[in-house]
């Protein structure tokens, strides 16, 4: 009888335990995010409340490919930077690269269609909708410019990308 009574307090103890931790874990305070909602490809990005007053540079990816004869056919498409607000010229600071990718472009860039990248791998998705791939530069952050391992950390820890 009392052994059972202990089996059961600590059943109940763990019970406790992990849906505090469930809460801890998985309960976002929101009041300590914003958002950068991009309405054109479909995503939401979750960004630290310290990123307020961030801009958007939108530039393009570019790699190749080759036709029949064997000449090289540019291919380019979207590329979506975050900026830190407290970016300067004199200081710049390490924006968040999205590249942008059509369903068809990322399965061609997976099947080794795609080149002109120096990097020796290939970009990493951080989402999909039903119309694009979102995706991170192979080296972003290899020039280690201020708040490289922020972002790192925004990117790695948060899972920030949200498509719809």
């Known amino acids: 009888m009392k052994k059972n009574i202990i089996v059961t307090i ?3 103890l763990i019970v406790v335990a992990a849906v505090s931790i469930s809460y801890i874990v998985f ?3 929101k009041s300590d995010t914003i958002e950068y909602r991009n309405n054109k490809y479909g995503f939401i990005f979750e ?3 310290s990123w307020k007053g961030y801009s958007i540079i939108e530039e393009k990816w570019n790699y190749f490919t ?6 090289e056919v540019p291919e380019q498409g979207p590329e979506i930077f975050i900026r830190h607000p407290e970016w300067t010229s004199a200081n710049p600071r390490q924006d968040i690269p999205i590249m942008v990718f059509t369903i068809e472009e990322w399965n061609l860039l997976q099947d080794g269609k795609y080149f ?3 990097a020796p791998i290939p970009p990493s998705e951080l989402g999909r909708n039903s119309n694009y791939v979102f995706a991170l ?3 972003y952050n290899f020039a280690y410019l201020t ?3 922020e972002v790192e950390n925004i990117i790695l820890n948060n899972t920030p990308l949200h498509t719809f």
């Open 27 to 29: 309960s976002k305070n």
């Open 147 to 149: 708040g490289w391992e």
């Open 10 to 12: 600590l059943c109940l």
């Open 47 to 49: 960004l630290p409340k």
């Open 116 to 118: 002109g990248q120096a």
């Open 66 to 71: 080759y036709d029949l004869t064997g000449n």
């Open 137 to 139: 530069p192979p080296r």
